[in-house]
């Protein structure tokens, strides 16, 4: 008998990765963005994720948080964003790594292209009332502060 076994490999690595960042807690630091247009938020989906996100990504060496959340909105949507506000500075644990993510707000862009790249498996707006129900928790608090006009914010993601 002749079985094929299908590899998702980015999920695959991406899982190796979080069982290796409960064992050694390394620290990392991102930049993710609200991208509001009118009373729709933009999100995104990880070819290595089941969830809705925020875009965005990690700093690089000798990266400013703004430098690398205009970097990563070019890189990953082809998006240029003008003004940006500071939404919150958060932590999260939950991988087993301490990653700090400055989230910035920004409601002046304009997308280029409907392709995402490589590491974005699709994009899409959504009204701030409805909701995808597989939106990541996380993502879910921050855009509730939004609505709630509870920011800047900063804590735990």
């Not at 979080?18 to 930049?31: L, Y």
């Not at 959340?69 to 240029?80: D, F, Q, S, V």
């Not at 974005?120 to 707006?125: G, L, M, Y």
Request: proline fraction near 4%.
């Amino acid at each position: 008998m002749n079985i094929m076994l299908k590899v998702d490999y980015k999920f695959f690595t991406y899982k190796v990765a979080s069982f290796i960042w409960k064992i050694v807690k390394p620290k990392s630091f991102g930049a993710r963005a609200m991208l509001i247009n009118g009373d729709e938020i933009l999100l995104v989906k990880h070819t290595y994720q089941t969830k809705w996100y925020l875009p965005g990504g990690g700093l690089k060496t000798e990266e400013t948080y703004e430098e690398a959340i205009r970097r990563e909105l070019k890189e990953e949507l082809n998006a240029e964003v003008y003004k940006l506000e500071l939404f919150g500075v958060y932590n999260n644990m939950y991988e087993g790594k301490n990653d700090s993510i400055t989230i910035f707000l920004c409601k002046d862009f304009e997308l280029s292209h409907k392709k995402p790249n490589s590491e974005i498996s699709d994009f899409k707006f959504f009204t701030l009332n409805d909701l995808p129900h597989d939106i990541s928790p996380g993502t879910m608090k921050r855009i509730n502060e939004y609505k709630n006009n509870a920011y800047p914010a900063f804590g735990r993601w």
